[in-house]
């Protein structure tokens, strides 16, 4: 079976810092790109980041660039969201998902979708 698990949220100041991981099986990991997603009570899913299968190309939403940073380790299957100076507005639940294509997260088109892990930013 596939499986995405993310994990690493919490409760952290404004200012803080949180790596949030997402763990993957059941699929050849580095043939697919990992993105991330963010949703907060009352708003839209946002794309927050996508890294390619080969991390030779990475992207990131304005509301983060320069503050989040995603990395992957293709022994460990593993994905990496460094999130840096934090803001309250960074409050959600963030998602990791896998899309062999890369373009297709730019409207959500993952092929797989992991659990959420809840980040709170609030002093």
């Known amino acids: 079976d596939v499986q995405l698990q993310a994990s690493g949220g919490g409760l952290v100041q404004p200012g803080g810092s949180l790596r949030l991981s997402c763990a993957a099986s059941?699929?050849?990991?580095?043939?697919?790109?990992i993105g991330w997603f963010r949703q907060a009570p009352g708003k839209e899913r946002e794309g927050v980041a996508c890294?390619?299968?080969?991390?030779?190309?990475?992207y990131y939403a304005d509301s983060v660039q320069d503050r989040f940073t995603l990395s992957r380790d293709n022994v460990k299957n593993t994905a990496y969201l460094q999130m840096d100076s934090l803001k309250p507005e960074d409050t959600a639940v963030y998602f990791c998902?896998?899309?062999?294509?890369?373009?297709?997260?730019?409207?959500?088109?993952?092929?797989?979708w992991g659990n959420g892990t809840l980040v709170t930013v609030s002093s």
């Open positions: 998902a896998a899309v062999k294509l890369f373009g297709k997260f730019f409207f959500a088109g993952m092929d797989y």
């Open positions: 059941g699929f050849t990991f580095d043939e697919y790109a």
């Open positions: 890294i390619s299968n080969t991390a030779g190309g990475i």
